[in-house]
């Protein structure tokens, strides 16, 4: 079935610096998704891609669909101590309504 | 506008019960898809439900159900508990559930089965 690799699996950074993680796929997808988890809560939305190319912001955070169809990164600019939490990415596949595929997650933890 | 709610917050079962959850889903929402978050397999597809119908199905057995209402509120059933169900049902609602409409979840259910 379709599968997304992501990595690094966890990260233990410097307040202040960048962040870098990325998914990869045997697999096309159309859509692209990066979520923030918080400790007993539901994924957040952070930013969608949509096209195969597409470099998107929201504020710190950029990200981009990458131009196969079968990668995405998430950039963190500037790190800061609530940056802390797991981030995945999620893609979906034209005709599959509703289900998003997740990579396993990327444990980020910030040292002040 | 209100957000994704899930009741209840948290519930524990023995094995061999069974349980239902709830998800309310955002107003004029249509689309709400059920995850299950365990930390040996992540978050992995349950179904989606679209006015009324389940439209697509992940991979797990029968006795994980769902259906859902004309209000769009949908519910879960998992029958016949086993230790291994212990986790987060996350609950997420779009528009249409399309490739270009956000998915918004809610905080979740922990379930744990003793």
Redesign the interface.
């Given at each position: 079935?379709q599968q997304l690799n992501q990595s690094p699996q966890s990260m233990f950074i410097q307040e202040g610096e960048d962040v870098s993680m990325n998914c990869t796929s045997s697999s096309i997808f159309?859509?692209w998704?990066w979520?923030k988890q918080d400790p007993?809560?539901?994924?957040?939305?952070l930013i969608?891609l949509?096209k195969a190319g597409e470099l998107t912001s929201n504020g710190r955070l950029t990200a981009q669909f990458g131009i196969t169809r079968k990668d995405s990164f998430l950039n963190i600019s500037a790190s800061i101590p609530s940056d802390v939490g797991i981030y995945?990415c999620?893609g979906?596949i034209?005709g599959?309504?509703?289900?998003?595929?997740?990579?396993?997650?990327t444990t980020l933890q910030v040292k002040p | 506008k209100a957000g994704?709610t899930q009741t209840p917050r948290y519930l524990i079962k023995t094995r061999g019960q069974q349980v239902t959850l709830s998800c309310s889903p955002i107003s004029g929402h249509r689309?709400?898809?059920w995850?299950q978050q365990t930390p040996g397999q992540?978050?992995?597809?349950l179904f989606?439900y679209?006015s009324e119908t389940q439209?697509?199905k992940?991979?797990f057995p029968g006795r994980f159900s769902g259906r859902q209402f004309s209000n769009s509120r949908s519910e879960m059933n998992v029958s016949t508990l086993e230790l291994g169900d212990s986790a987060l049902y996350?609950c997420?609602s779009?528009s249409?559930?399309?490739?270009?409409d956000?998915?918004?979840?809610?905080?979740?259910t922990?379930l744990t089965v003793l």
């Amino acid at each position: 079935g379709q599968q997304l690799n992501q990595s690094p699996q966890s990260m233990f950074i410097q307040e202040g610096e960048d962040v870098s993680m990325n998914c990869t796929s045997s697999s096309i997808f159309n859509t692209w998704l990066w979520y923030k988890q918080d400790p007993g809560e539901g994924p957040v939305l952070l930013i969608a891609l949509y096209k195969a190319g597409e470099l998107t912001s929201n504020g710190r955070l950029t990200a981009q669909f990458g131009i196969t169809r079968k990668d995405s990164f998430l950039n963190i600019s500037a790190s800061i101590p609530s940056d802390v939490g797991i981030y995945f990415c999620a893609g979906l596949i034209a005709g599959n309504t509703g289900k998003l595929i997740f990579g396993q997650g990327t444990t980020l933890q910030v040292k002040p | 506008k209100a957000g994704v709610t899930q009741t209840p917050r948290y519930l524990i079962k023995t094995r061999g019960q069974q349980v239902t959850l709830s998800c309310s889903p955002i107003s004029g929402h249509r689309s709400v898809s059920w995850y299950q978050q365990t930390p040996g397999q992540g978050l992995q597809f349950l179904f989606e439900y679209f006015s009324e119908t389940q439209r697509n199905k992940g991979n797990f057995p029968g006795r994980f159900s769902g259906r859902q209402f004309s209000n769009s509120r949908s519910e879960m059933n998992v029958s016949t508990l086993e230790l291994g169900d212990s986790a987060l049902y996350l609950c997420a609602s779009s528009s249409t559930g399309h490739l270009t409409d956000t998915q918004y979840f809610g905080p979740g259910t922990r379930l744990t089965v003793l």
